[in-house]
C-alpha cells in the first residue's frame, strides 16, 4: 500500500481558455484524488492529495495528455504537509492575479462539436456558432484579460438555462466554455444584399448557399474577418471576383467541402494532412495535380494552391452538391485591411459582393486566415494568422519591448518576462486603412497587458510609418538594422545564443551606408552584426517603382554591364529605356543596391515574365514555379574577398544569362540555373566565412527564403558541408518577422548594456 502525500504543482504556458481545468478536474476524479484546481492566467495551480502511485500517474498524465491547444512551457511541483481534502474542486480565478501574457489563438470548431452539428435532434444541430472548451473562437473576440465571457463579444449574450447548466457542470465538455451558447441564446444569421438591406427569407443558410451555385459572390462573416466567396469551379464568378476585387493575379485562397475533396485536386502528405485536419485549420500551400481540377486563375503561373478545410460551424453549411470548392478570399480590396466591422463591409464590400452573410457576434481583433507550408520537412508560417496568431515565443531577454516591425506585412511584437508575443499579420503599413488598425492593434495590447514598454524597437528606415510612430513616442527607443532584425528573430526561435553566421536574402531593407541591402552575410548575435559579405551592388534607378516593375531591375543590371538593354527587353518602349538611361547618368532616384530580392527581379524579367507585377514578389515566385528539380547545372559565378568581405559578384551570371537567352534555352533550365548557382555560391561563401571564424550555426532568412527550392536545396548543401543548419518556422521568414527579431535584438541590446541613448543599431555593427 503506497502512503498518502500532498503536492502543489504549478503549470505555466498558454492554459487559458483551453479546458484545462476540467481536464485535470476528469483526471483527479478518475484517479480518486482530492484537493483543487485553480486558474491563475498564465499558469495553473493544482494542490492535490492522494496515494503516492496515484499521484504519479496524476503528473505522467498532465505532462503528457494536456489539452492539444495547451502548450507548457514550465512544470514546478513542491511536497505538501497533508491538508485532508475530502473531495477534488475547481476554485474560480481571482480576477487580480489573472494579469496573463498568454493570449489564447482562435481554434478551430473540434470534432466533437462537429458531430453534434450534424446530428438531426441535437440542439445544436447545424447551430452555426456551437462550440465548446476545446473550441472556438478566443483572441478575435477577447476585449480585456482574464479571458472571460464578460471580457468577449460573447458578453452580449446570455445564457440560457440549459447552456448555464452545462457551464457549470465540471463534467460537461462545456464547463466553463466562454463562447458556449446555442439557437435560443447565442448569436444569429442575417443574409443582407448589396445595399445592406435585410433579405426575408426563413433560411437564409440555403438560400445563401443557392446563391452560391448561381454564380453569386457573397461576403461571409467569418471569425477573423469578412472573406468573399464563390464557387471555385464557376469560371465566371471566379474572373468577376478577380476584376472587382481588383486583384488580377494574386493566387487566391480556396476551400474545400472535406480532406477527399483536397486529395482529388493536390498531392497531400501525411504530415500535410494532420496540418488540414488539425486544430488551426491555416491556408496551406499545397502542389496542384494535374492536369488542373478547379480554373487556371485561381492560382495562375503557380505550381501551388493556398487551400484550407472549413474551420468555422457556418462554412459548413455554405457547401452543396454542386459546390465543393469555395474560393475564400479577405473581405477587402487589394491592398486594404481585412474588413471586420459589419457597416465598414457593407460600404467597402457593396461593389464586390450580390449578398453579405453577416451574424451579430463583433469580431474585435481583425485576424486573416493563416497561411502555412511544409518545406524540408517541416511546417512553415508563412503569414501569421487565425490559430496561430498571437504567437508567444520564449525568448532570453526579461525586458519589455514594443517592437513595431517593417512597413510590408507589418506585425507587431511585445516582450514581458521572458516570452514575446507577435501579433497577427497586419498588413502592409503605405495604405492608410492598415496605418489605422496597426495603431489600433497597438493600443489594444498596450490595453491587454497593462503595458508601458522600456524601450520601442523600429527598423532603420525613416520613411516607414512604424518607424515615424515608434519615434514619435516618449521613452528610449532604438532603430535595429533590417537584417540584422530578420537574422536575430531567426536566431532567437532556433534558441542560438551564440555567434552565427547569417545569410540573409531579402527584398528591401535600408543599410547602415544608406545603400538598400538584401543580398547579406552576417556573422552576429542578438545584439549586433558585422556585415561580412554580400550581393555585389548595383545601382538601381527607380524608387518604388524598381518593386512593381522588374524589367527596370533588368536594365539597370544590363546598364552596369554596358550591355543593349533592347535585345533583352523587347517588350519596354525606346523611350522608357531612354528615360532610366538618362536617369542613371544624372543619378536622379538612384540607389545602390545589394537586395537578392531584386536580382531575382531581373532575371524574372529577363526571361519574359510579366514586367508590371501586381503582388508581392510575383516575378521571383513565377521563376521558382517553373524549376525543373532534374536539372543540376549551374552558371559561373565570382565571389572577391575585400576590404568590405566577400563580394558575390553578378556579371558572370549575368553574361551566362544573357547567352542562354540568345540560344532561345527554355526559360525552365534558365531559372534552374540560376536557381542552383545561387545555391553553389552561396555555399562557397560560407565555407570561407566558416574558415575565418570557425562558426559552424548558419541562419538562413529574409522574404527570398520563402523560396522553397532555394531553402530546401542550400539547407541540404549546408548539412553536407557539415553546417549546423537553421531558418525560421515558428515566424514568417518574410517581414512579418521582423518585430519579433526587432524584440529580440533590442532586449538583447538593453540587457548588455549597450544601449545609447538615441542610438541605432549603427552601433551595434561591429
Ligand atoms: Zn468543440
Ligand atoms: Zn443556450
Ligand atoms: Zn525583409
Redesign the pocket.
Known amino acids: 500500500m503506497s502512503d498518502v502525500n500532498r503536492y502543489i504543482i504549478t503549470l505555466t504556458g498558454i492554459v487559458q481558455g483551453v479546458g484545462f481545468r476540467p481536464f485535470v478536474f476528469r483526471v483527479a476524479n478518475r484517479l480518486h484524488l482530492n484537493g483543487w484546481v485553480e486558474n491563475g492566467g498564465s499558469r495553473v495551480i493544482v494542490d492535490v492529495e492522494g496515494k503516492e502511485d496515484s499521484i504519479k500517474e496524476f503528473i505522467h498524465i498532465l505532462q503528457n495528455e494536456y489539452p492539444s491547444n495547451a502548450t507548457i512551457t514550465d512544470f514546478q511541483i513542491k511536497s505538501q504537509q497533508l491538508f485532508g481534502y475530502t473531495d477534488f474542486s475547481i476554485k474560480t480565478s481571482d480576477a487580480e492575479e489573472n494579469t496573463a501574457n498568454f493570449l489564447p489563438a482562435d481554434i478551430a470548431v473540434c470534432k466533437s462539436c462537429i458531430k453534434e452539428f450534424n446530428t438531426l435532434g441535437n440542439n445544436r444541430f447545424q447551430y452555426p456558432f456551437i462550440s465548446c472548451t476545446n473550441c472556438g473562437p478566443r483572441y478575435s473576440i477577447i476585449s480585456s484579460l482574464p479571458y472571460d465571457r464578460e471580457t468577449t463579444s460573447m458578453s452580449e449574450f446570455k445564457?440560457?438555462s440549459?447552456?448555464i447548466s452545462e457551464y457549470c457542470t465540471p463534467r460537461n465538455r462545456r464547463f466553463h466554455a466562454q463562447t458556449n451558447?446555442?439557437s435560443?441564446?447565442?448569436p444569429v444569421l442575417k443574409l443582407l444584399d448589396a445595399h445592406g438591406n435585410t433579405v426575408d427569407s426563413s433560411d437564409c443558410v440555403k438560400l445563401a448557399r443557392q446563391l452560391i451555385c448561381r454564380g453569386k459572390i457573397l461576403a461571409v462573416k467569418g471569425i477573423g474577418g469578412y472573406h468573399l466567396c464563390c464557387n471555385a469551379k464557376d469560371l465566371t464568378a471566379v474572373q468577376r471576383l478577380r476584376r472587382l476585387k481588383h486583384r488580377p493575379h494574386k493566387p487566391l485562397a480556396v476551400m474545400a467541402r472535406n480532406i477527399e475533396s483536397i486529395n482529388k485536386i493536390c498531392e497531400v502528405s501525411k504530415q500535410e494532412k494532420e496540418i488540414l485536419t488539425g486544430s488551426k485549420k491555416p491556408i496551406l500551400l499545397l502542389q496542384k495535380k494535374s492536369p488542373e481540377y478547379l480554373p487556371q486563375d485561381i492560382a495562375p503561373n503557380q505550381k501551388r494552391l493556398g487551400i484550407m478545410l472549413p474551420y468555422a460551424p457556418l462554412q459548413f453549411l455554405l457547401f452543396s452538391d454542386e459546390t465543393n470548392y469555395l474560393v475564400m478570399t479577405s473581405g477587402n480590396i487589394s491592398g486594404s485591411p481585412i474588413c471586420y466591422q459589419d457597416d465598414v463591409a457593407v460600404s467597402s464590400l457593396s461593389h464586390v459582393a450580390d449578398y453579405f452573410l453577416v451574424h451579430n457576434r463583433e469580431i474585435i481583433v481583425p485576424v486573416d486566415d493563416a497561411v502555412v507550408k511544409v518545406a524540408d520537412g517541416y511546417e512553415i508560417l508563412v503569414r501569421c494568422g487565425r490559430g496561430y496568431a498571437p504567437l508567444i515565443i520564449p525568448i532570453e531577454a526579461k525586458s519589455r519591448v514594443l517592437a513595431v516591425g517593417a512597413e510590408q506585412k507589418c506585425s507587431l511584437c511585445i516582450t514581458e518576462n521572458g516570452y514575446a508575443t507577435v501579433s497577427q499579420y497586419i498588413g502592409n503599413l503605405n495604405e492608410y486603412q492598415t496605418y489605422k488598425v496597426f495603431n489600433k492593434q497597438i493600443k489594444h495590447f498596450e490595453s491587454l497587458f497593462r503595458y508601458c514598454p522600456d524601450i520601442y524597437a523600429y527598423d532603420l528606415n525613416a520613411d516607414y510609418l512604424s518607424t515615424r510612430y515608434a519615434k514619435e513616442q516618449v521613452g528610449k527607443k532604438i532603430a535595429i538594422q533590417h537584417h540584422h532584425a530578420h537574422m536575430a528573430g531567426c536566431m532567437a526561435e532556433n534558441k542560438l545564443s551564440n555567434k552565427a553566421i547569417g545569410v540573409i536574402y531579402d527584398g528591401t531593407g535600408l543599410g547602415t551606408d544608406d545603400a538598400i541591402w538584401g543580398g547579406e552575410f552576417f556573422v552576429g548575435s542578438f545584439s549586433g552584426f558585422k556585415r561580412v559579405g554580400h550581393l555585389k551592388y548595383v545601382t538601381l534607378q527607380g524608387g518604388d517603382s524598381v518593386v512593381r516593375e522588374p524589367w527596370r531591375c533588368a536594365l539597370s543590371y544590363l546598364l552596369a554591364l554596358d550591355i543593349d538593354p533592347q535585345e533583352f527587353l523587347p517588350q519596354i518602349n525606346l523611350l522608357a529605356i531612354e528615360m532610366v538611361k538618362s536617369a542613371i547618368k544624372n543619378k536622379i532616384k538612384c540607389f545602390k543596391s545589394s537586395s537578392m530580392g531584386r536580382f531575382f527581379d531581373c532575371v524574372a524579367a529577363l526571361c519574359g515574365f510579366e514586367t508590371q507585377i501586381t503582388y508581392d514578389a510575383q516575378a521571383a515566385i513565377e521563376l521558382e514555379s517553373i524549376v525543373d528539380k532534374e536539372i543540376y547545372d549551374f552558371y559561373k559565378y565570382s565571389i572577391i574577398n575585400t576590404e568590405d568581405g566577400f563580394v558575390l559578384g553578378y556579371e558572370h551570371i549575368l553574361n551566362e544569362i544573357l547567352r542562354d537567352i540568345r540560344k532561345q534555352e527554355q526559360k525552365s533550365i534558365i531559372s534552374t540555373k540560376f536557381h542552383n548557382t545561387l545555391i553553389e555560391s552561396t555555399a562557397e561563401c560560407v565555407c570561407k566565412i566558416r574558415e575565418k571564424t570557425e562558426i559552424k550555426d548558419i541562419v538562413l532568412s529574409g522574404g527570398v527564403f520563402e523560396n522553397i527550392y532555394l531553402l530546401e536545396r542550400l539547407a541540404s548543401k549546408l548539412r553536407n558541408l557539415k553546417f549546423n543548419v537553421y531558418y525560421n518556422r515558428l515566424t514568417p521568414s518574410n517581414d512579418g518577422g521582423i518585430s519579433f527579431g526587432q524584440a529580440v535584438a533590442a532586449g538583447s541590446i538593453l540587457k548588455e548594456n549597450h544601449y545609447v541613448s538615441c542610438g541605432s543599431s549603427k552601433s551595434n555593427q561591429h
Open positions: 445564457m440560457c440549459q447552456c451558447c446555442c435560443d441564446c447565442g
